[in-house]
């Protein structure tokens, strides 16, 4: 009696067992994901091969199931290791393709585990529309942002070709830039905005470029105000001065000579008189130099100065007395 009912109690645990192990396979088999579909093949755009860079969406009820960028034409390969637009959604689900955010009209039912090759068309002849911003005045040397982001397309791929100097070559490329302008004047700068398709937009934008305003300053030894002066012989007289410090050596001249001043000036004076010219260029410590002719008998001195002088003063005035005297003595010896 003990038998039979140890062998009854084995057969319901091993009952039990496989109930359990057979639910939990069934189980397993209906959460397991199904493998994707996976997609490759060529895009053209208006019988042309689409752009590198642009994108090509594979969308299942308004969800995004995969993107991949085209290269060379095409999307993905059909290699093991190529890249390949994957698909995850349930067997007989529909896929939409888009091009560069377009809806290419073309789809498909979705076949898991499988690879299939779908060359992609386009046909797109709206063209985008380009904005490039305001006019503005800017300095030269001056760093200016071009900003294109206000371009507008239907489609959701965009090249941006920049010319600065309106000469019909391309200076810059992307959405944003920035350049200097490095002389003064009127600058047209063009904006050319382009499509996948091909389509094209232009804008421009006027930069007015000025020459900065650098000012103008003292000597670098600190003596302010002094600068070069050159004025022509004409029928106006313009007068420049500035504070002249003098200190003259003069020797005594011998009759009939000339004799040589020498200046030192701190600063310049420039002067022109009509039907003249004179050319000054201001210099702290510069000496100067030049003959001057005198009269006999006299001292060259600048005006307002004391010059040093190795002459007697007298001299001429004792000569004539010692004459005097001397004519009266031969006199009285006459009679």
Do not use: C
């Not at 000012?215 to 004409?234: I, L, P, Q």
């Not at 022109?272 to 130099?289: D, L």
């Not at 006299?298 to 004391?306: D, K, L, Q, V």
């Amino acid at each position: 009696m003990d038998v039979n009912f140890e062998g009854a109690r084995l057969r319901s645990i091993f009952l039990a067992f496989i109930v359990v192990t057979a639910a939990g396979v069934a189980t397993a088999s209906a959460t397991q994901p199904s493998p994707p579909e996976s997609y490759y093949g060529t895009v053209t755009i208006n019988g042309d091969p689409a752009p590198d860079g642009v994108v090509v969406t594979a969308i299942v009820d308004g969800e995004v199931k995969d993107k991949l960028e085209v290269t060379g034409g095409s999307y993905g390969g059909p290699g093991a290791f190529d890249q390949k637009l994957a698909v995850n959604a349930t067997e007989d689900d529909t896929v939409q393709f888009r091009v560069a955010g377009l809806d290419t009209g073309q789809t498909d039912s979705v076949d898991p585990g499988e690879v299939t090759e779908l060359n992609l068309t386009l046909t797109d002849t709206q063209s985008p529309t380009a904005a490039v911003g305001t006019d503005t005045t800017v300095s030269v040397g001056e760093s200016v942002q071009f900003d294109a982001t206000d371009s507008t397309d239907n489609g959701a791929f965009l090249r941006y070709a920049w010319d600065f100097d309106n000469d019909g070559s391309t200076d810059a490329t992307g959405e944003t830039t920035n350049h200097t302008f490095e002389q003064a004047g009127t600058m047209e700068v063009v904006l050319t905005v382009t499509d996948a398709a091909g389509n094209s937009d232009q804008a421009s934008r006027t930069v007015t470029v000025e020459q900065s305003d650098t000012g103008g300053g003292g000597n670098n030894d600190g003596a302010g105000g002094g600068s070069d002066t050159t004025t022509s012989g004409d029928n106006t007289t313009e007068t420049t001065a500035a504070t002249t410090t003098s200190v003259p050596t003069t020797t005594q001249p011998k009759t009939g000579s000339s004799t040589t001043t020498q200046t030192t000036r701190q600063t310049s004076t420039t002067s022109t008189v009509k039907g003249t010219e004179t050319t000054t260029v201001a210099s702290g410590g510069e000496t100067t130099g030049g003959p001057t002719t005198t009269p006999q008998g006299s001292i060259a001195s600048p005006t307002g100065t004391e010059p040093t002088s190795t002459s007697v003063p007298g001299f001429g005035a004792g000569i004539a007395v010692v004459a005097v005297l001397a004519g009266g003595v031969l006199a009285m010896r006459d009679r």
